[in-house]
């Protein structure tokens, strides 16, 4: 009965650290992006909330924009409508 009872309690402790540490245990991967992810055409200034580059371990190069309505899309870095926004967001003249 006791080590009924001491495995028992091994379990239950164990099911509580790793709902204590859950998010440890997601991927990374979830900020990276994938070739059916990527969308091809030019979004307007307008409806940008912000963007980042994907970490350098995701397999593809890539930025995540995030819309003003919350959606996030992956655009290609290279797309020149996006390195034309890049440019006018990060002039001098930009922030005034």
């Known amino acids: 009965m006791k080590v009924f009872s001491l495995a028992l309690l091994t379990l239950l ?36 909330r912000s963007y980042q580059n994907t970490p350098s371990y995701c397999s593809r190069k890539a930025v995540r924009v995030e819309l003003l309505k919350g ?8 797309e020149s409508w996006f390195q034309q926004y890049q440019r006018q967001k990060e ?6």
């Open 13 to 48: 402790l164990v099911d509580l650290w790793i709902g204590s540490q859950g998010v440890s245990f997601r991927s990374p991967y979830g900020t990276c992006c994938y070739r059916e992810m990527f969308i091809r055409q030019k979004i307007p200034a307008s409806l940008i």
């Open 71 to 78: 959606k996030k899309f992956c655009v290609d870095p290279e």
């Open 91 to 96: 002039s001098p003249s930009a922030s005034t």
